[in-house]
């Protein structure tokens, strides 16, 4: 089984993204890690919508995140995501951020299960996911 499923996504940090000290405000961090996930979707075949359309949502049910070091105004980010192979019916993902020095400043985790639209909890893959973790080799 292989698993190079990645995405990176480039993230100038703004103004409106850090505090007086010019350091960006730890929950950001958060909505990196959503915006490279939502990447990866686009790019692998399951965005938000897409599930939704097909009967299902995704909420996150874990995030863990490691601060490495300070983001500051002005620097200029890579956020990476990293598909995780589960044996349960969930998405696992780990993450890196990286400055434009490639210094390794955030890493992180998340689950996200699948409920219906009636929000019953998935106990075994949904037939898209099932057949996507097939066609992805994972």
Known sequence: M????????????????VDSLSIVWHG????YFEDVREEFGRKFGFDYLS???????????????????AIRYGDLLTVNIFYKYSKAA?????????????E????GYSEQVFLDLNDKLQIIDP???????ENQNV
């Open 127 to 133: 037939p898209f996911f099932k057949a996507w973790k």
């Open 51 to 69: 599930v939704r359309d097909l009967g299902y949502v995704m909420p996150i049910i874990t995030v863990d995140l490691k601060y490495k070091k």
């Open 90 to 102: 969930k998405l696992c993902f780990d993450y890196t951020i990286q400055n434009q020095e490639q």
């Open 104 to 107: 390794l400043m955030c890493t």
């Open 28 to 31: 950001n961090y958060l909505k």
């Open 2 to 17: 292989k698993n190079n499923l990645k995405v990176s996504l480039d993230v100038p940090i703004r103004f409106s993204e």
